[in-house]
């Protein structure tokens, strides 16, 4: 019998909580002004999993979505830490917040995306896929 790994993102707080089991489907860095704002960081990391991936949820959330944009974020109530989003054009992806998931065991990112807005001393590590813009398709 195989053991399947399971993780927990926290927001600052720690009242809001995702669980996921098994390896995340994408984690990938991405440097667009968005999610610089979003994050406060000079770029984010986001872990894709499929929703049946999530295994369970604790806390009280706020959902908001930038003018027009088509992703709902879900944040605590209490600390406004953005933990995870989906995009309303696509139900079968969860982008979590990788920086929620502290000191935990999770896959390197495997590119980096839109690094024409991240700012001049951020350096993808050597063999780490870059785009430009966003993902290739």
């Known amino acids: 019998m195989t053991h399947q790994v399971t993780r927990t993102g926290r927001c600052f707080c ?52 930038a003018p027009g944009a088509t992703t709902t974020f879900h944040r605590c109530a209490r600390c406004g830490t953005s933990l995870w989003w989906v995009p309303d054009d696509d139900d079968d992806i969860v982008g979590l917040a990788g920086g929620c998931f502290a000191g935990q065991d999770l896959p390197a990112p495997q590119r980096m995306v839109f690094t024409a807005t991240r700012h001049p001393f951020v350096h993808t590590p050597p063999g780490l896929p870059e785009y430009e813009d966003g993902p290739p398709e």
């Open 14 to 65: 720690g009242d809001l909580s995702i669980t996921i089991a098994g390896d995340p489907v994408l984690v990938s860095s991405c440097a667009c002004t968005r999610c610089q704002r979003r994050t406060g960081g000079f770029f984010g990391v986001t872990v894709y999993v499929k929703p049946d991936q999530i295994v369970a949820r604790t806390g009280a959330t706020d959902t908001f979505q």
